[in-house]
C-alpha cells in the first residue's frame, strides 16, 4: 500500500519495513533496492490479475452485459481477495511515474490487451438497440457500472468481509445491469 499510496517517488521503505514488521536489512536482502521491490510488486500484481479476474471471464458469453456481470463477480473476489492490488496497478496507470524494465511494460501492455479482449471480444452487438452506435452503448455500461463498482468500494469501507452477507449488493448489482438490458438492448 505503501507504493499505491505515496507514488514510488515519495514512497519510504521505512514506513515499508515497519508495517512489515521486519528489519531494513532484511528487505535490501531480497530486494536489492527499492525500484527492485517496486518491479517485483508490479509484476506479481499484474500475475494475480490474470489468474485471480480475468481468467474467471468467460468469453464464450456473447451478451455484453451478462459479461460484465461475469467481470464484475471476478473483480469483486479479487478485489476482496487483494485490494491491495487493484489500489497499487491503479496508482500506477494514473501516476505512470517510474520507468518499468521492457519486459514488465511488455507484460502491463499484455495484460491491457487481455483485459480488452476479455471484455469486448466475441459480443453480439445484434443484442443492442439500433439507434445507438454500438461502441457508445459499451461505454455507457462501462461507465455506469465502473461508477456504480466504486460507489460500492466506498459503502463497503470499514466492513468486516469475512462475516459480510453480500447478497443484497449482488441482488442491487443485477437489478442495475437489468436496467441497462432495458435500456440499450432491442
Not at 460484465?68 to 491503479?90: C, E, I, R, S
Request: net charge neutral; charged share 30%.
Amino acid at each position: 500500500m505503501e507504493f499505491a499510496k505515496h507514488g514510488y517517488e515519495k514512497a519510504s521503505t521505512n514506513r515499508i519495513v515497519k508495517e512489515a514488521g521486519i528489519g531494513k536489512g532484511m528487505l535490501f536482502y531480497y530486494f536489492k533496492s527499492k525500484k527492485e521491490l517496486y518491479h517485483y510488486l508490479f509484476d506479481y500484481c499484474m500475475k494475480f490479475i490474470i489468474s485471480e479476474y480475468l481468467s474467471k471471464i468467460d468469453e464464450n458469453e456473447r451478451d455484453f452485459i451478462e459479461r460484465y456481470k461475469q467481470a464484475g463477480q471476478a473483480k469483486l473476489k479479487a478485489n476482496v481477495k487483494n485490494p491491495g492490488v487493484f489500489t497499487f496497478l491503479g496508482s500506477f496507470v494514473v501516476n505512470q511515474n517510474i520507468d518499468l524494465p521492457e519486459k514488465i511494460e511488455k507484460q502491463y501492455k499484455e495484460l491491457r490487451t487481455l483485459g480488452y479482449s476479455k471484455i469486448y471480444n466475441n459480443i453480439d452487438t445484434s443484442l443492442f438497440r439500433e439507434d445507438v452506435e454500438g461502441e457508445k452503448i459499451f461505454k455507457f455500461i462501462r461507465w455506469s457500472m465502473e461508477g456504480y463498482e466504486k460507489e460500492l468500494l466506498q459503502r463497503l469501507q470499514g466492513v468486516n468481509l469475512s462475516t459480510f452477507d453480500a447478497t443484497p449488493y449482488w441482488d442491487e448489482f443485477y437489478e442495475y445491469l437489468d436496467d441497462l438490458k432495458k435500456i440499450f438492448y432491442k
